[in-house]
């Protein structure tokens, strides 16, 4: 598999995101998750992603139990910064932020011990607590690196501007955002361009659209009532009907490389940049096979325009996030 740099450490080019392996996108099984962290070790990833508000705290659980034995070979990050109610499995549990110094000292303190390890390889911020200026929130976890309970610092849904702000503090190693054909606005917004001038891994979420450029998933209607994708205005059935169109040239394309929809997705946005590191979430074998293979697809420049076209960001129907979470985005 190739690899890609992050702060001080190689990583595969591709991470596994690990949050639909509790919660958010459909039915989950601990067993089957634990074999498919295993089968991904195993074909050479070595980047998982994870936050304490999975679960809440079972995907941290989960981590630590299936990469316990296989520790010094792979690189874990997770995040804190929000609050939540830890009674609710689903994302209705959030109920805000925390960005205090006491509460990234808590959350790594108890990741430390969920994730059975000595050292959180990369610490993110989840979301800018607006009520905390951001140099305190990473002058805290600094004091975290310092006394080596965390290697790498990193920030997720932060401005340009406050990428410059946090980096002037600490170094900042990744920043996370929402990057996929679909979600575009780290293209002109100044956040991809200060990632690369800061020598920053840009670390795309959802790179497969929460599924939805795989073609596997084609709206709301027909997913489980716990499933968070009945929340986001895009998967709504007259959006979504509008948003599918776009599907037919990503297929096409697919098709004639003989590779599927979401391999050209995924293989859009590793070319964008080589500091970029994307996280697809997957909780099955095939899938997760199908990304890593993905890794060594190349698009022609003419396949990658005629994407970009159709999925020009004014075309896309329908915003990201309901209101809520679009206003913590806004970090
Ligand atoms: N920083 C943040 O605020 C934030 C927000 C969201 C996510 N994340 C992180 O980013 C990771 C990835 O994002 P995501 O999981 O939201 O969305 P995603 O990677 O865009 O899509 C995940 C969905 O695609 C499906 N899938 C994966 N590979 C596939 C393939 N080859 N063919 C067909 N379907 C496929 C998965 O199915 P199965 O579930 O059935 O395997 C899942 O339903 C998360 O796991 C999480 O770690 C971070």
Not at 163 to 190: C, F, M
Not at 306 to 326: C, D, H, M
Request: a negative charge; charged letters at 20%.
């Amino acid at each position: 598999m190739q690899k890609r740099l992050l702060g001080d450490t190689t990583v595969s080019a591709i991470g596994l995101g690990c949050m639909g392996m509790s919660q958010a996108y459909g039915v989950q099984d601990e067993k089957d998750s634990v074999e498919a962290l295993h089968r991904a070790v195993e074909l050479g990833i070595t980047f998982f992603d994870t936050a304490e508000v999975y679960g809440p705290y079972r995907n941290e659980i989960l981590l630590g139990k299936a990469l316990k034995s296989c520790r010094d070979q792979v690189t874990i990050a997770t995040k804190f910064g929000f609050t939540f109610n830890p009674q609710r499995t689903d994302f209705g549990e959030i109920t805000g932020t925390n960005g205090h110094p006491d509460n990234a000292r808590a959350v790594a303190e108890a990741s430390l011990k969920r994730l059975q390890t000595d050292v959180i390889d990369l610490f993110y911020l989840h979301r800018v607590d607006p009520a905390v200026p951001v140099e305190e929130t990473v002058g805290a976890m600094a004091e975290l690196v310092k006394e080596g309970k965390v290697r790498m610092i990193g920030l997720s849904e932060v401005s340009a501007a406050t990428l410059r702000k946090a980096h002037a503090i600490h170094p900042i190693s990744a920043l996370q955002s929402e990057y996929s054909l679909w979600t575009r606005d780290v293209e002109t917004n100044g956040v991809l361009e200060t990632c690369q001038q800061l020598g920053i891994a840009f670390v795309p979420f959802s790179p497969l659209g929460r599924g939805f450029l795989t073609g596997t998933v084609s709206s709301s209607a027909g997913l489980q009532d716990d499933d968070f994708r009945k929340s986001l205005p895009r998967f709504q059935p007259e959006n979504a009907a509008i948003n599918q169109q776009y599907l037919d040239i990503l297929a096409t394309i697919a098709a004639s490389k003989g590779c599927t929809s979401a391999q050209v997705a995924l293989a859009w946005v590793l070319a964008q940049g080589d500091n970029i590191i994307p996280i697809p979430g997957a909780k099955r074998i095939p899938y997760i096979e199908q990304n890593i293979a993905a890794t060594s697809l190349l698009l022609s420049r003419e396949e990658r325009e005629t994407l970009e076209k159709a999925f020009r960001p004014e075309n896309i129907a329908g915003s990201r996030y309901p209101e809520v979470f679009e206003k913590m985005a806004a970090g």
